[in-house]
């Protein structure tokens, strides 16, 4: 199928230095500010792209739970096909594709597990149902049905019964620690606004990039 056809004009008040925060974090919580108050579908779904030692990229979409200058966190179960790749090699990419507002941000850099405290904290605050669902998805791993899997969730239904969900040793968080920005501002005739940032000992460096 051709779909060559399929395209539109980027319209927007496009992106200045003047415009952007010296901070990339304080950059990119002034344009996730203004993707939630877009009303966009999931703000903070993001692509995460990883690479396992048969460099074989890899990419699925999560969600994002915290940032700050430290970096952004995500959570996952430890034994999944993307914690697998983090351990062998721990970089990855992140996308935001805020498309109705004609933005995108990608960060990159090294990834690192987020305390057992930090996990817990938010564990505890995940609905009953989603810290169930921790413990009954061997996540990656093959499965012969759905019925299997709706077995197991009523066999763990059963374990906790009678109090709070405990965290799995298993599941936890995993926080990017950027090394590069980029925020990318859609234009007309696609010449769109770029403008990276990376990071120095110093602080950041701030470049403008050709479409």
């Given at each position: 199928?051709?779909?060559g056809?399929?395209?539109?004009?980027?319209?927007?008040e496009?992106?200045?230095?003047?415009?952007l925060?010296?901070?990339?974090?304080?950059?990119?919580e002034?344009?996730?500010?203004?993707?939630?108050?877009?009303?966009l579908?999931?703000?903070?779904?993001?692509?995460?792209?990883?690479?396992?030692?048969?460099?074989?990229?890899?990419?699925?979409?999560?969600l994002?739970?915290?940032?700050?200058?430290?970096?952004?966190?995500?959570?996952?179960?430890?034994?999944?096909?993307?914690?697998?790749?983090?351990?062998?090699?721990?970089?990855?990419?992140l996308?935001?594709?805020?498309?109705?507002?004609?933005?995108?941000?990608?960060?990159?850099?090294?990834?690192?597990?987020?305390s057992k405290?930090?996990?817990?904290?938010?564990?505890?605050?995940?609905?009953?149902?989603s810290q169930l669902g921790?413990?009954?998805s061997?996540?990656?791993q093959?499965?012969?049905?759905?019925?299997?899997?709706?077995?197991?969730?009523?066999?763990?239904k059963?374990?906790?019964?009678?109090?709070e969900?405990?965290?799995?040793?298993?599941?936890?968080?995993?926080r990017?620690?950027?090394?590069?920005?980029?925020?990318w501002q859609?234009?007309p005739s696609?010449?769109?606004?770029?403008f990276?940032y990376?990071?120095?000992?110093?602080?950041?460096?701030?470049?403008r990039?050709?479409?």
């Amino acid at each position: 199928m051709d779909i060559g056809d399929m395209r539109r004009e980027f319209e927007s008040e496009g992106l200045d230095r003047d415009h952007l925060d010296d901070n990339p974090t304080r950059q990119f919580e002034r344009w996730f500010h203004d993707a939630r108050e877009a009303g966009l579908l999931e703000p903070n779904a993001m692509s995460l792209a990883t690479t396992g030692s048969d460099g074989l990229p890899d990419l699925r979409t999560v969600l994002l739970k915290y940032f700050d200058d430290q970096g952004l966190v995500f959570y996952t179960n430890y034994q999944s096909r993307k914690a697998r790749e983090l351990e062998e090699n721990p970089k990855a990419a992140l996308l935001f594709p805020w498309i109705g507002l004609n933005r995108q941000v990608i960060v990159q850099g090294r990834v690192e597990k987020v305390s057992k405290t930090e996990s817990l904290k938010y564990f505890a605050s995940r609905p009953r149902g989603s810290q169930l669902g921790a413990w009954v998805s061997e996540q990656s791993q093959v499965i012969t049905s759905r019925g299997l899997l709706e077995q197991k969730v009523a066999e763990i239904k059963q374990r906790f019964s009678a109090g709070e969900v405990p965290l799995p040793s298993f599941w936890g968080g995993y926080r990017v620690i950027p090394q590069r920005f980029e925020f990318w501002q859609g234009r007309p005739s696609r010449l769109h606004d770029r403008f990276e940032y990376l990071r120095q000992d110093d602080g950041w460096l701030i470049q403008r990039l050709q479409p």
